[in-house]
C-alpha cells in the first residue's frame, strides 16, 4: 500500500481524509485507484493532477514507480511562465 | 537523469562566457522576428474589438466591410470549429468573441484586405449591435453574490455551492494546526494585501503571418513561446489535422510567459482559408495592451504567527485571484508557493479564482507566486520589525531545507535556501550603511521549475562539426547553452556545433519555452541525444578495430581502446569517425525524446536600498542585489541576465506598473506612456550573486532560473520602503500618489 | 491616397521610394525599403525600437513621416557595421550579453551610437538618461550600460 | 490626407486658410503623428513648417532670444547662450519625451498641443515670453500666457501658425528653474510641475518673482499670491511655506490615471518650493 497525500480541498471527495491508501506501482496505477475508490476524485484528475515523488515533482508520468516506503503528494497540474 | 558525481565533472566549456550564436543576426538587424515577414500576395489583417467590457453581442453585419474595394475576407467567431475541450474553447473564444464580449479590447471580427489602411478602414464598416451589462474588474467585487456574472456554470465541483458564479476554482494546502501555532506565539499579524494586473510587457507585439492553400495545407510564422503548442490550439480552433498544419517560430521579442498561447494565430488562419492568400497580423501595443494577457489581479489575506525568538509558529493565507474573463488556475500555484520558503509545523492557504471582465490572464513569469510570496514576506518583515528582530537571522532561523515538509506538502530535496541566505548575509550590501530616509528592504521567493515534453536531434556532420535541432524559441541564449552542453558532452569545440530551431514538422513536440524549463529540460535532452551518438560512434570504431563495442570509451571528442584485452589503438576523433561514416554504415545522428522530470525547485533572495521622498512619495532604488541559487551555471552572462532581468520586472511591479479600469471597466492606459515599466534612469546597477548548488536531477546539475528573480522584488521593495518611510503599504503598485497619502495619513 | 515620391540618403546610399503621406518612416523602412531591423514596439515614440538617425539626429521613424525624409540622411542598424567588422558597440553587446531577445537592440545601439558620436566618455547616468527612451523589458539594463562603457572606453583608446 | 511643405510663412497661412477639412501644423510631429496613429484625428491636410526660413533659427534679438518655432528640444539644449540666458525655460522643453522625442519635439509644438501638463509652457509663461503668430492679415504678437484656453485648446486659430517664441533680456540677478513630478525618471507627462523666475535686489531679497504651475488645472496657472510671498523677501523656511501653501491653493487639479486631485495639490506646492530654491540659486542668491 502506497500513502497518498491529498491537497485540502480534494478532502470533502475523499471522505474527509488528506491521506489514502491504495495499492500502487507506478503513478498511473495511483490515479486509476484514487478515482475507483473515490469517484468524486475524477474530475479533477481529469482536468490533471502531478505528483511528487519522494519530493522530486512528475507532471505527467504515468510509470513513474512507486515503492511502499515512498512519500507521495498530488498536486494540481502546474505551469510557468 | 541523476546528476552525475563519479567522476566529479571538470567542465570545460559549461560555465564559459562564450558568445551566442544568434549574436551577430541580433546586433546587425538582421534577425528575422514576428513582424518581419513577409510572403508574395500578402493581405493585412486587422482585427474589431469590443468597446464594451461585458455586452451581449445581438448582431454583426459585416456587408458593408466585404463591400469595400481591397477587402478579401471578413471572419467572425462562427468561422471557428465548433468541438474541443474546454480550455481550447476558452483560448477560441477569447480569440474572437462567441454571444458575448467579456472586456474591452476583446476581439469581435477581422478583416483582411489588400493594404493595413484598407484593413482599418473596412474594421470601421462592420456594424455590431451591443447590448451592454454591468461589468465588474474588482476581485473581491466580483466574489459578492450580487455582482454582474461575467459567464455562468464554470465553477468546477471543488467550489462550493452558494457563492457568486464568477467564483470558479477552489483549493486549500497546507499541514497541521495553525490554529495551535497561533496560541503559541508571542505575536500575531494579520493583513489583507491587494496587488494589480501587470503585463508581461515584451516589447514585440504579438505578429503572425498565416498561409493555407485551397488542400487545407497551412503554414503559420509567429512571435511565440512554443510553436507546438500554437500547432494543437490552432489545428483544432480552426478545426484541422494537426499534421497540416506547419508552425515556424519566428525570433521572439520577448514573452515572460505571455506568449505562450494564441491570440491573432488562429484568426490569421481563418482569413488565410477564406481569402486564400497569406495573411500577416501584427498587434499594435494598444492591442497587447488590452487584448491579451496580463497576470492576475489580487487581494490576499495573511496571518503569521511569531515567537519573541523569532519563530514562526503558524502562517495561513487566502488568496483571491482574478485570471479576468475565463476560468484560471493560478491560485493554486500561488497558494503552494506561498510558504514554501518557511519549515512550519502549521500552515494553511486558501485559493479562490473569480471571473471579472478583464482580459484573459496568460502566465507571466512564476505566476501566481510573486504576489503570495509579496503578503507572506510583508508580514514576517512586519514581525521583524515589531519583535525588533534581524530580518535575515528569522529567515535563516525558519528557512526550510532538506527534508522539510513543504507547504505544499512534498519533503524537499537538496535545496539552496540557507546557502543563498548566508550568502546575502556575508555580502557587503547587507552591512552598508544607510543614510537618514534611506530603508532596506530582504525577501526570499521560490518557484518550482518544469521540465516537461522534448525531443532534441544531434547530427554528426562529416567534417566532424555538429547540428543540433532543438524545439524551444530562444528568448534569453538557450541555443547558446544548449550548444555548450553538447559539446561538453561531445568534447569538441563550442564553435563546432549549431543549434537550430525547429519548426513542427521537423521535430517530435517540445513544451513551450517556459516554467523555467529549457536549459535544464532541452539540456538534459541534448546530453542524452550526445550519449547516444556516441554510443554509435564507439559502436563504428570498434567495427573498424575489430573489438568489443564495450571496449571502446569515450574520451574528450575521441574514442579510445579501454580495458585489457582492447589492444592498442591510436584515439579516433569525432572527426575522423564522421569523415568515415558514409563507409561504416551511413550518418551518425543521436536523438533523445521524453517528458522530462526532476528540475528541481529554485530560491532566491533579494536585498534592496530605497530612499522614500517624504514630500513626493516617490521610492527611489539605490541598491539592488540578487541571490539565487542557479544550479550549475551553463552560461553565467545569461544566468545573471535572468536575474537582474527578472529582478527589474518586479520592480516595475512594485512601484508603478497596473492595469487602471474606469467604472465601466475600460483599461485607461494601455500604452507604454501610462503603463510605466522600469527606464534605464530609474535603476541602480543589479549586481547578480549566482550560487551553485548542483540540481540531484540533472547529468550537470543544471536548475531552471528564469522564474524566480521576479517573485522577491514586490516584497523587498515594500520592506525596504516601510523602513525608509515607517509605512507600511499593502497595495501595489507602491505608486508615489499611494506613498503620499499613507505618509500623510501617518502625519 | 495619393503617393509622394521621395528621394533620401538611408545608411549612405542614394535611396528613393514613393509613399502616402500618412505613412511613418518606420513603415518605409520596413515595408518599403526592406529593413526590418528597427522594430514597432509602440508606434507612439515611447519605446525607442525604431531609433533612426535623420540627418544626425537620434529620433524615432514612427514619429516621423516618410515624406518628412525628403533631402534627409537617414541611418539605420542596418548601416552599423562596416563591410566584414562589427562596430565596437555590437562587439561589446555581444561581448557583454546585452541582449537577451534582441528585440530593443537595434535601437539601442542606434542610440548608443548617437550618444558616444556626441559624448566620447559619458558618466553612467548620463548613459541611464540617454537610454531612458529605449525600454528593455529583459535585461534589467544593467549589462546593456557595462556593454556601451566597454564600446566607449575601446573607441576612446582606439 | 495630403502633405505640404510650404516655404514661407504666408503660404504656410495660405494653405490652412484654403483648406476645408481638418487640418493639423507639423513641426516636430511628436504629438500629431501619435494623433494620427491613434486615430483621434484624421486630417486631410498636414502643413510642414520645418522647411519655412528662420523657423529653425536661434536668433538674438534686443537681448533675448528669438526661437523659431521647428527648433527642436535638442536644438534648444546645445544653445549655450539661450541657456545661460533661460536655463528654467531649456530644462523645462527639454524634459519632453525621451533623448529621440528631443529631436523632433519643438517648443512651439508643446504650447500649441494645449495640453494642460505641457513642460515647455509654465517656464515660458514665467519668463514672460511672447509668441509671434502669422495670419491671414500677417503676424501678430501675443502672450504665451494667453495661448493656453484648455485642454487641448488654444488661442491660436485654425488658419494661424505660431513661427517664433520671444524671450526676452533679463536683468542682472536673474534665475528661473522648471521641476515636474512623474513617477519615473523619464518619459512620463508632468503630473504636477512648477516654474520659478526671480530676480534678486542687491541685498538678496527677490525684487521680482512669478510662479507657474502646471498639469493642476485646465490650463497653467500664474500665482500671483506666491510671487507676492516672495517678493521682498529670502526663500527662507517661512517664506518657503507661504509660497508653497498658495500654490496647492491654486490648484484646481482633476483625479485621473496620473495622479489623484489630493497629490497634485500637494506636490506642486513642494515643486514650487524646491524651483524657487533652484532659481534663487541660479540668481547668485545665497541663503
Known amino acids: ?81 | 537523469m541523476a546528476f552525475d558525481t563519479e567522476p566529479k565533472r571538470d567542465f570545460k566549456v559549461v560555465g564559459r562566457r562564450v558568445a551566442r550564436p544568434d549574436g551577430i543576426d541580433k546586433v546587425t538587424g538582421r534577425a528575422l522576428y514576428g513582424a518581419d515577414m513577409s510572403a508574395p500576395g500578402m493581405l493585412m489583417g486587422a482585427i474589431l474589438r469590443s468597446p464594451h467590457a461585458h455586452a451581449e453581442i445581438v448582431s454583426i453585419d459585416v456587408t458593408a466591410a466585404v463591400a469595400l474595394d481591397g477587402v478579401k475576407a471578413v471572419v467572425t467567431g462562427a468561422d471557428f470549429a465548433d468541438a474541443m475541450d474546454a480550455a481550447t474553447a476558452d483560448v477560441r473564444d477569447n480569440c474572437l468573441a462567441r454571444g458575448k464580449v467579456l472586456y474591452d479590447g476583446h476581439a469581435v471580427a477581422a478583416v483582411a484586405a489588400a493594404s493595413g489602411a484598407i484593413a482599418r478602414a473596412a474594421l470601421d464598416l462592420i456594424k455590431v449591435e451591443y447590448r451592454v451589462l454591468p461589468s465588474v474588474t474588482d476581485v473581491d467585487l466580483a466574489m459578492r453574490a450580487d455582482a454582474p456574472v461575467v459567464q455562468a456554470g464554470r465553477a468546477v465541483e471543488v467550489v462550493p455551492v452558494g457563492l457568486s458564479e464568477n467564483v470558479t476554482d477552489h483549493c486549500e494546502f497546507g499541514h497541521g494546526d495553525p490554529e495551535a501555532g497561533f496560541a503559541a506565539a508571542d505575536l500575531v499579524i494579520d493583513r489583507s494585501f491587494t496587488t494589480a494586473a501587470t503585463h508581461q510587457g515584451y516589447i514585440e507585439p504579438h505578429a503572425c503571418l498565416a498561409s493555407m492553400g485551397p488542400d487545407g495545407k497551412a503554414d503559420l510564422w509567429c512571435t511565440t513561446q512554443g510553436q507546438w503548442a500554437v500547432r494543437t490550439a490552432c489545428s483544432a480552433i480552426l478545426g484541422m489535422r494537426a499534421s497540416q498544419l506547419r508552425v515556424t517560430a519566428s525570433e521572439i521579442g520577448g514573452g515572460f510567459g505571455g506568449k505562450t498561447t494564441v491570440f491573432i494565430e488562429p484568426v490569421a488562419l481563418a482569413l488565410s482559408r477564406k481569402a486564400g492568400r497569406p495573411v500577416k497580423i501584427v498587434m499594435s501595443r494598444t492591442e497587447v495592451f488590452r487584448a491579451t494577457g496580463p497576470t492576475v489581479a489580487s487581494s490576499i489575506d495573511v496571518k503569521i504567527g511569531m515567537t519573541k525568538e523569532g519563530r514562526i509558529t503558524a502562517g495561513t493565507a487566502t488568496l483571491r485571484y482574478t485570471g479576468g474573463a475565463f476560468p484560471c488556475g493560478t491560485v493554486a500555484m500561488g497558494a503552494q508557493a506561498a510558504f514554501a520558503a518557511y519549515d512550519l509545523a502549521a500552515v494553511r492557504t486558501f485559493g479562490w479564482n473569480a471571473l471579472t471582465n478583464r482580459p484573459k490572464e496568460a502566465a507571466y513569469r512564476a505566476p501566481g507566486a510573486p504576489q503570495a510570496i509579496y503578503a507572506v514576506e510583508s508580514v514576517v518583515d512586519e514581525l521583524c520589525q515589531k519583535l525588533a528582530l534581524d530580518p535575515l537571522e528569522v529567515r535563516l532561523l525558519n528557512a526550510a531545507r532538506e527534508g522539510t515538509r513543504s507547504s505544499y506538502g512534498p519533503t524537499f530535496e537538496a535545496i539552496g535556501l540557507e546557502a543563498t541566505l548566508e550568502a546575502a548575509k556575508a555580502h557587503p550590501h547587507y552591512a552598508a550603511p544607510l543614510a537618514a530616509g534611506q530603508g532596506r528592504g530582504l525577501s526570499c521567493g521560490f518557484w518550482f521549475n518544469f521540465g516537461g515534453n522534448t525531443s532534441v536531434s544531434l547530427t554528426i556532420n562529416t567534417d566532424g562539426t555538429v547540428g543540433i535541432t532543438e524545439g524551444n524559441p530562444d528568448i534569453g541564449g538557450s541555443r547558446a547553452a544548449i550548444s555548450q552542453m553538447a559539446a561538453e558532452e561531445l568534447g569538441i569545440p563550442y564553435e563546432q556545433v549549431r543549434t537550430v530551431i525547429a519548426d513542427t514538422s521537423s521535430l517530435g513536440h517540445n513544451d513551450v519555452t517556459d516554467g523555467s524549463r529549457v536549459t535544464f529540460a532541452v539540456g538534459l535532452a541534448v546530453i542524452k541525444a550526445a550519449r547516444d551518438a556516441i554510443a554509435k560512434m564507439c559502436a563504428r570504431v570498434a567495427r573498424i578495430w575489430g573489438i568489443d563495442p564495450e571496449a571502446v570509451e569515450w574520451v574528450d571528442g575521441a574514442a579510445r581502446p579501454t580495458g585489457p584485452n582492447a589492444g592498442t589503438f591510436p584515439p579516433m576523433t569525432l572527426a575522423e569517425i564522421a569523415a568515415l561514416s558514409f563507409k561504416t554504415g551511413g550518418p551518425i545522428a543521436g536523438h533523445h525524446e521524453s517528458n522530462a522530470d526532476g528540475a528541481g525547485v529554485s530560491f532566491g533572495v533579494h536585498l534592496v536600498d530605497v530612499e522614500v521622498d517624504r514630500e513626493t512619495g516617490a521610492t527611489k532604488v539605490l541598491r539592488y542585489t540578487v541571490f539565487q541559487d542557479a544550479g550549475k551555471a551553463v552560461q553565467p552572462d545569461y544566468v545573471e541576465g535572468q536575474m537582474q532581468g527578472g529582478a527589474v520586472q518586479g520592480i516595475g511591479w512594485a512601484l508603478n506598473e497596473e492595469y487602471i479600469h474606469d467604472a465601466e471597466g475600460h483599461l485607461l492606459n494601455p500604452g507604454f506612456l501610462d503603463y510605466r515599466v522600469p527606464v534605464a534612469s530609474d535603476l541602480p546597477p543589479i549586481e547578480a550573486v549566482i550560487l551553485e548548488i548542483p540540481n540531484p536531477g540533472h547529468p550537470y546539475g543544471v536548475r531552471g532560473v528564469g522564474e524566480t528573480p521576479i517573485v522577491p522584488p514586490l516584497a523587498a521593495i515594500a520592506n525596504a520602503v516601510s523602513r525608509a518611510a515607517g509605512v507600511r503599504l499593502t497595495a501595489l503598485p507602491m505608486s508615489p500618489p499611494r506613498v503620499l497619502k499613507a505618509l500623510t495619513a501617518q502625519g | 491616397m495619393k503617393t509622394v515620391p521621395v528621394s533620401t540618403t538611408i545608411n549612405g546610399d542614394a535611396a528613393e521610394f514613393i509613399c502616402a503621406p500618412d505613412e511613418t518612416l518606420l513603415d518605409v523602412l520596413r515595408n518599403r525599403m526592406g529593413l526590418t531591423g528597427a522594430k514597432e514596439g509602440c508606434g507612439t515614440g515611447d519605446c525607442g525600437a525604431c531609433s533612426v538617425t535623420l540627418d544626425g539626429r537620434l529620433v524615432c521613424s514612427c514619429l516621423v513621416l516618410g515624406v518628412e525624409a525628403e533631402g534627409a540622411e537617414i541611418a539605420t542598424i542596418e548601416g552599423l557595421a562596416t563591410g566584414d567588422g562589427l562596430h565596437p558597440l555590437q562587439q561589446a553587446f555581444i561581448d557583454h550579453a546585452a541582449l537577451q531577445c534582441g528585440i530593443c537592440t537595434p535601437g539601442i545601439l542606434v542610440a548608443a551610437k548617437a550618444l558616444l558620436d556626441k559624448n566620447p566618455d559619458p558618466s553612467e547616468t548620463e548613459l541611464r538618461y540617454w537610454l531612458a527612451g529605449n525600454l528593455c523589458r529583459c535585461t534589467g539594463y544593467d549589462k546593456i550600460i557595462r556593454a556601451v562603457q566597454a564600446a566607449a572606453r575601446q573607441m576612446r583608446s582606439a | 490626407m495630403r502633405y505640404a511643405r510650404p516655404e514661407t510663412a504666408t503660404e504656410a497661412v495660405g494653405l490652412l486658410a484654403n483648406e476645408a477639412g481638418v487640418t493639423r501644423v507639423l513641426a516636430g510631429g511628436t504629438d500629431v503623428l501619435v494623433q494620427l496613429r491613434a486615430g483621434s484625428v484624421t486630417p486631410d491636410l498636414i502643413v510642414d513648417i520645418k522647411r519655412i526660413a528662420g523657423l529653425r533659427a536661434i536668433t538674438p534679438e534686443a537681448g533675448g532670444f528669438r526661437i523659431g518655432a521647428a527648433v527642436s528640444g535638442a536644438e534648444l539644449g546645445e544653445h549655450a547662450a539661450l541657456c545661460a540666458l533661460w536655463p528654467g525655460v531649456v530644462e523645462g522643453c527639454n524634459l519632453i519625451g525621451s533623448t529621440q522625442v528631443q529631436g523632433r519635439a519643438t517648443m512651439a509644438g508643446n504650447l500649441c498641443n494645449g495640453s494642460p501638463a505641457a513642460d515647455a509652457v509654465p517656464g515660458l509663461v514665467a519668463a514672460e515670453a511672447t509668441a509671434r503668430i502669422e495670419g491671414p492679415t500677417g503676424p501678430r504678437e501675443c502672450a504665451v500666457a494667453d495661448i493656453p484656453t484648455g485642454p487641448g485648446k488654444t488661442a491660436v486659430q485654425r488658419d494661424e501658425i505660431v513661427t517664433s517664441i520671444f524671450l526676452p533680456a533679463r536683468p542682472a540677478r536673474s534665475g528661473d528653474a522648471y521641476l515636474r513630478f512623474i513617477p519615473r525618471t523619464e518619459m512620463d507627462i508632468a503630473v504636477a510641475s512648477a516654474a520659478v523666475n526671480l530676480t534678486l535686489a542687491t541685498d538678496g531679497t527677490i525684487a521680482a518673482a512669478r510662479v507657474v504651475l502646471g498639469a493642476v488645472a485646465p490650463t497653467v496657472v500664474l500665482v500671483t499670491e506666491a510671487a507676492t510671498a516672495l517678493i521682498g523677501n529670502r526663500p527662507d523656511a517661512a517664506t518657503l511655506a507661504t509660497l508653497q501653501a498658495a500654490c496647492s491653493a491654486a490648484c484646481n487639479p482633476i483625479d485621473d490615471k496620473r495622479g489623484t486631485a489630493e497629490f497634485r495639490t500637494q506636490v506642486a506646492g513642494v515643486l514650487a518650493k524646491r524651483a524657487t530654491l533652484i532659481a534663487y540659486a541660479r540668481a547668485g542668491g545665497s541663503l
Open chain 1, 1 to 81: 500500500m502506497v500513502a497518498v497525500t491529498l491537497w485540502g480541498s480534494l478532502r470533502p471527495f475523499a471522505d474527509g481524509q488528506t491521506v489514502v491508501e491504495v495499492e500502487a506501482r507506478t503513478f498511473k496505477e495511483v490515479l486509476d485507484r484514487l478515482a475507483e475508490a473515490y469517484p468524486g476524485l475524477r474530475p479533477q484528475i481529469e482536468r490533471g493532477v502531478s505528483m511528487a515523488l519522494d519530493g522530486k515533482i512528475y507532471r505527467e508520468a504515468w510509470f513513474a514507480e512507486i515503492r511502499p516506503e515512498s512519500e507521495v503528494v498530488l498536486m494540481p497540474y502546474m505551469t510557468g511562465g
